[in-house]
C-alpha cells in the first residue's frame, strides 16, 4: 500500500533574517573554514561577549585570527600565563601536598595540587609580562618540587609513563618484553601508542592461561600448582621466561586478579604481582589495589605501576 504524504505548510524567514538576530552595533566574527559566523558585541559597557558555532575547529581558528587580535586591541591580554603540569606515580595526593606545603600558598607562581587515574599532579601557573619571563619564574619552583619529590616525579606535561620508560630505554640502547594475564595487553598497548616503540619495544605474550604460562613463559608447573598463578614466585618467572623467549634486555611482567570475581580472603580482588627481570637479576613486587576499585581501574593501575617500576629499575 502506497503511503500519502500532505503537506501542512512551511516557514518562510524573511532574507534580512540573519541580520535581525545580530545585537545592534555588533561585529561579525568572519568564518574562513565554515559558514557559521561570531559575533562580538557589548549589552553594557563593562561585559564584551563573543559567540563561537560549535565545531572545534572552525572555532579554534576563528578565535586565533580574529578574537585575540579584537581582545589585544582593547587593551586586553597585556599580560600572559603560563603552566607547567607536573606528574608523579607511586605517591598519595595528601602526602605529596604535605611535603610540597609552603609552595601550595605562593602567590605568583602558583602551585596546585589535582589527583588523576592513579597519578598525582601539580599545576605551576606564572603571571608575567610575556612566556619567556612566565616561564623563568616556574623553571626554579619546578626543579625544587622535583628534588623534593625524588623518583616519585617521572615527568611533565604530556609525559606518561609508556613515553618516559620508552625514552629511558632508547638513551640505553635496551629492549623490553611483556608478559600479562590481568592486564590483557594493557601495557603493550600503552607501549605502542607511542611512535617509534618498536625501536625498544619487542613484543609481548598474554599468558592469561596457566597452559601458556607454562609452555610459552617456561614457568613451573608445581609453582602454578602450590602457590597459584597470581604468586611473586609465579611473576618473576614470567618476566624471565618472556625476556628469554623474546630476547630482550628487561622483561616485564603482570599477574593478578582485576576481579569483580576470582578473589578470596587469601588472595583478594586487587591483588597483583609484578615482575622486573634482566641479567642480573629477577624480582617481583606485591601490590594491594583494594576490593572497590572496579576492573577496569585495577587492569590500568596494575599497567602504569609496573612501566612504574620499571621506570624507577632504569633510573637506578
Known amino acids: 500500500m502506497q503511503k500519502k504524504y500532505t503537506a501542512r505548510g512551511r516557514i518562510m524567514a524573511p532574507s534580512n533574517r540573519k541580520q535581525a538576530l545580530i545585537p545592534q552595533g555588533a561585529k561579525i566574527l568572519p568564518n574562513p573554514t565554515g559558514t557559521a559566523p561570531g559575533i562580538i558585541w557589548q549589552p553594557d559597557s563593562d561585559i564584551t561577549i563573543l559567540t ?19 581582545l589585544k586591541n582593547q587593551g586586553w591580554g597585556k599580560t600572559v600565563i603560563y603552566s607547567r603540569i607536573l606528574r608523579f606515580w ?4 595528601s602526602t605529596l601536598a604535605e611535603k610540597v606545603a609552603p609552595y601550595l600558598s605562593l602567590p605568583n607562581p602558583t602551585v596546585a595540587p589535582y589527583a588523576g587515574k592513579g597519578e598525582v599532579k601539580l599545576r605551576v601557573s606564572a603571571k608575567a609580562e610575556n612566556p619567556e619571563s612566565a616561564e623563568a619564574l616556574i623553571a626554579p619552583i619546578v626543579k625544587q618540587i622535583q628534588d623534593i619529590a625524588g623518583l616519585d616525579y617521572y615527568g611533565a606535561d604530556s609525559d606518561n609513563l609508556a613515553s618516559v620508560v620508552g625514552e629511558l630505554l632508547r638513551q640505553r640502547g635496551e629492549t623490553l618484553a611483556v608478559a600479562e594475564s590481568c592486564t590483557g595487553g594493557l601495557v603493550g598497548q600503552m607501549l605502542t601508542e ?31 600448582e602450590t602457590l597459584g598463578a597470581v604468586s611473586a614466585a609465579v611473576a618473576e618467572q614470567m618476566a624471565a621466561g618472556v625476556k628469554k623467549s623474546l630476547g630482550t634486555t ?3 611482567s603482570i599477574t593478578g586478579i582485576a576481579g569483580p570475581s576470582g578473589g578470596s580472603d587469601l588472595k583478594p580482588v586487587g591483588l597483583v604481582y609484578i615482575g622486573v627481570a634482566n ?3 629477577v624480582i617481583s613486587f606485591e601490590n594491594r589495589f583494594g576490593t572497590s576499585r572496579g576492573r577496569t581501574f585495577i587492569r590500568h593501575l596494575s599497567a602504569c605501576t609496573a612501566l612504574d617500576m620499571l621506570r624507577r629499575k632504569l633510573l637506578n
Open 279 to 281: 641479567s642480573q637479576e
Open 90 to 93: 607511586g605517591v598519595a595526593e
Open 194 to 224: 607511542i611512535s617509534g616503540s618498536s625501536d625498544y619495544f619487542w613484543g609481548g605474550v598474554i599468558s592469561y592461561d596457566n597452559r601458556v604460562k607454562q609452555g610459552l613463559l617456561g614457568v613451573n608447573s608445581q609453582d602454578l
Open 250 to 252: 628487561w622483561g616485564l
Open 52 to 70: 563561537f558555532p560549535g565545531v572545534p575547529s572552525e572555532m579554534h581558528r576563528m578565535w586565533e585570527e580574529t578574537a585575540i587580535p579584537y
